[in-house]
């Protein structure tokens, strides 16, 4: 059974960073593509960035530029570096993986993290 454990959410001024880190056990992480997914209150869960195995990354454009997913594979470990943050970037902000690759769509997603919140002040 996967686990994701979420770390690294908190209030952060408007044009502050963030990292996110995101724990898989109960897998073989190197097999997993791991994705970020954020809900802000009262809207759907959507897509942010993704990983997959092989270290491809892919982004949402409202955060190209300002976001950067990685993986380390030693420690079981993807991370979202969150940069320029905006106040529109306020959410709740969750782990995913699937094997091998993922998409973008949520209703694909297997295994989900329990989620952490970013808040960004103006």
């Known amino acids: 059974q996967v686990q994701l454990v979420e770390s690294g959410g908190g209030l952060v001024q408007a044009g502050g960073s963030l990292r996110l880190s995101c724990a898989l056990s109960?897998?073989?992480?190197?097999?997993?593509?791991v994705a970020w997914f954020r809900q802000a209150p009262g809207k759907e869960r959507e897509f942010v960035a993704r990983?997959?195995?092989?270290?491809?990354?892919y982004y949402t454009d409202s955060v190209k530029g300002r976001f950067t997913i990685s993986r380390d594979n030693a420690k079981n470990t993807a991370y979202l570096q969150m940069n320029s943050l905006k106040p529109e970037d306020t959410a709740v902000y969750y782990c995913?993986?699937?094997?091998?690759?993922?998409?973008?769509?949520?209703?694909?997603?297997?295994?989900w993290g329990k989620g952490t919140l970013v808040t960004v002040s103006s």
């Open positions: 109960g897998g073989t992480f190197d097999n997993y593509a």
């Open positions: 995913a993986a699937n094997r091998i690759n993922i998409a973008t769509n949520p209703a694909t997603v297997r295994n």
């Open positions: 990983i997959n195995w092989s270290g491809g990354t």
